[in-house]
């Protein structure tokens, strides 16, 4: 198997697809927001943005605003923190060495959902 598609929720889908595109630079494969959702690739993997709406059922508004387990790898973990920063992304923290030796920082899109940047430990 192989993990193709990853989906995240938000409010505003066209201050997301800002977002994704400009600050993350991520390339928009699709833009289907008059319909609610943008989709953008990021390596093999189609990150799919999808908007819920403010007077949807309980269980798809607790989908915004969330950890989402996403992480994306960067070369250098404490660079692509400057850089984004510097974009205006918001951190909740500094970069930091893991027990296992990657690097990782989290940060918050938008809709306030946390993502990561993840720097793998190089091989001994």
């Given at each position: 198997?192989?993990?193709?598609?990853?989906?995240?929720?938000?409010?505003?889908?066209?201050?997301?697809?800002?977002?994704?595109?400009?600050?993350?630079?991520?390339?928009?494969?699709?833009?289907?927001?008059?319909?609610?959702?943008?989709?953008?690739?990021?390596?093999?993997?189609?990150?799919?943005?999808?908007?819920?709406?403010?007077?949807?059922?309980?269980?798809?508004?607790?989908?915004?605003?969330?950890?989402?387990?996403?992480?994306?790898?960067?070369?250098?973990?404490?660079?692509?923190?400057?850089?984004?920063?510097?974009?205006?992304?918001?951190?909740?923290?500094?970069?930091?060495?893991?027990?296992?030796?990657?690097?990782l920082a989290?940060?918050?899109?938008?809709?306030?959902?946390?993502?990561?940047?993840?720097?793998?430990?190089?091989?001994?």
């Amino acid at each position: 198997m192989e993990l193709k598609t990853a989906r995240i929720f938000v409010r505003d889908i066209l201050t997301a697809k800002q977002f994704y595109a400009q600050k993350l630079g991520l390339p928009l494969k699709a833009d289907g927001t008059k319909y609610g959702y943008c989709v953008f690739t990021s390596g093999s993997t189609e990150l799919v943005v999808e908007s819920v709406a403010d007077d949807a059922p309980e269980e798809e508004k607790v989908l915004v605003g969330r950890f989402s387990g996403l992480s994306f790898t960067v070369q250098d973990a404490e660079a692509k923190h400057r850089e984004l920063q510097a974009l205006g992304v918001q951190f909740t923290g500094l970069p930091e060495k893991q027990f296992w030796g990657g690097i990782l920082a989290t940060f918050r899109d938008p809709a306030g959902n946390e993502l990561q940047i993840v720097q793998q430990p190089t091989a001994a």
